[in-house]
């Protein structure tokens, strides 16, 4: 963990209310459907994992993954508020998940924003040409 990331607590299966997560979503520049708190709880209740980093009280970064534990491990959201983004928190959400999950058996996968293409090539995540998606018809 990085010098600047010390006072702060990550954890996993950390409670998360809506309007936190709802706020972090919206101070970390991600797109995510923030007006519709209903659909933002059913995405809580139904990531296999959760990891936050909080500074004191205030969730200043989230992951939410669904996983099978043996195969594969679809990473949904690393958000981090734009106050606390450069200083290796999505970094450390992603090495905790790694650490549990496992590196030799899980292939991790994510889709990326245009701007955090760098990012994720930075820390070992190597681009796919083979992907397909089928597009939501509602954000």
Do not use: W
């Not at 309007?19 to 709880?41: C, H, K, T, W, Y």
């Not at 990326?112 to 509602?138: L, M, N």
């Amino acid at each position: 963990m990085g010098a600047l990331t010390v006072g702060l607590e990550y954890k996993f299966d950390d409670s998360c209310t809506v309007n936190e997560v709802q706020e972090v979503f919206m101070r970390s520049g991600i797109r995510r459907p923030v007006d519709d708190a209903d659909r933002l709880q059913r995405m809580i209740d139904n990531a296999d994992e959760i990891i936050t980093a909080r500074d004191g009280s205030k969730l200043v970064g989230f992951l939410r993954a669904i996983t099978d534990y043996s195969y594969c491990c679809y990473i949904s959201d690393i958000a981090v508020d734009t106050d606390y983004q450069g200083i290796g928190i999505g970094k450390e959400l992603i090495r905790m998940l790694r650490d549990k999950l496992g590196e030799e058996e899980i292939q991790y996968v994510l889709t990326s924003a245009p701007k955090a293409v760098g990012f994720y090539e930075k820390i070992g995540f190597e681009r796919a040409d083979k992907a397909f998606v089928i597009k939501r018809k509602k954000n």
